[in-house]
DNA sequence: GAATATAATAAACACTGTTTAGTAAATGCA
DNA sequence: TGCATTTACTAAACAGTGTTTATTATATTC
């Protein structure tokens, strides 16, 4: 019985095509202009053919959700090598910032964007979200361990550490550091010169 | 000619009618449930007649934005009488805070959607935002001054504390504080906890 | 080779924001 | 007062959206 194992393998050859098509297409146009429409006229497929694949426009891009996880989670694992925790610290925030900088799309589906979050919630609760957070957590744990910050509760700590960063990024991402009335360069600039000052008043 | 005067005060009542309606829809079952036809049947005119009032949808979210930006304001506005800069600043955060978690709506609409942003961009550029960024920053100036923080450009210590509560909130909203895994009590007690060990890291 | 299961789709449904063409009432002027 | 003009309003349409249903063509099983 060859046949249901090929046909197992077409099935997941044309979730990946549409993964495959919507990501681009995600990447270039954003979310709302990404189309069930527009994804079925690039796969040359119809629009309900979508829907045998997948229940609904949440569950792509739930896909693509997943897919951007892992890559943030391979970005900042790269510091693994950093013996001294807070030195570590400060790369995962610099690296946290270039990733949300440089894949603005990316970094909105992540921690923006209300849409597939109804998936999220559900399913092995923030499965490759809790990896990074839960990254996040062994580097403070080691650093309060060594003293090399404030003594606090560690999961206040990471909230602290956290929500500056993504403060900072979504802030960005959603153009509303144009209060600053600055060149785009000297924006980020301003952004990780905060980076810098936070982490020296994070420092013992 | 009172009469151009009465028409001009009945076209501004519609307005106030559509706005009111608009609000009351929007902080009921947010945005995007918040259609031009819904707005047209609760105010029992057809759609078409709110295009005689406002160019488009984002014109009408554009009016509550700016109203959003005033009961902000104000809210901040009270602490005006607490003469300690960095105290003053504390209580600015935690209400700030405050706000967001009790309008989450409003705050959506003001720093997290990308919806009216065109509208934004220009006109004052910011002028209710610029006011209340302004007042943290007339704060830190102060702090800066008294030497009650770290010394650092305005701009950077700005975007830094407000990053950090706009993470926060942000975070809180959209609903990813979720991977804390706790009741919302104890998620919100985190939140104003990590405030209380941000203000001691900012301390001299 | 006939019966069944699978894959794909055209067309429709119920929405959305917005525009256009047409109607009825209020106003300005003689 | 009577007529022309402006104003206020709307029904209907347009071009989209996500999603569902009924139908057809193909592939597989017996």
Redesign the pocket.
């Known amino acids: ?1 060859a ?2 194992e090929r ?1 197992e393998r ?2 997941q050859e ?1 979730r990946n095509l549409i993964i495959e098509s919507a990501t681009q297409l995600f990447l270039k146009q954003g979310y709302d202009k990404t ?4 994804i079925a006229d690039d796969i040359e ?5 979508i ?2 694949y997948f229940k ?3 569950e792509i891009f739930y896909v693509i959700h997943e897919n951007a996880f892992d890559i943030l989670d391979k970005h900042l694992r790269q510091h693994d090598g950093i013996a001294d925790p807070f030195e570590r610290l400060g790369a995962i925030g610099r690296t946290y910032i270039k990733f949300g900088l440089e894949n603005p799309d990316y970094y909105d589906l992540m921690f923006i964007m209300r849409a597939p979050m109804e998936q999220i919630k559900n399913e092995e609760k923030w499965k490759a979200g809790e990896c990074a957070f839960g990254y996040l957590l062994t580097t403070l744990s080691e650093c309060l361990e060594q003293k090399k910050i404030r003594p606090a509760e560690l999961h206040v700590t990471a909230i602290m550490v956290w929500s500056f960063v993504h403060g900072l990024v979504s802030l960005y991402v959603r153009e509303r550091m144009c209060i600053l009335m600055m060149e785009d360069d000297a924006t980020r600039e301003v952004l990780y010169s905060s980076l810098d000052l936070f982490m020296a008043n994070l420092k013992t």
């Open positions: 019985m046949i249901k046909k077409e099935k044309m189309s069930i429409r527009s497929y119809s629009p309900a053919t829907y045998l609904d426009k949440d």
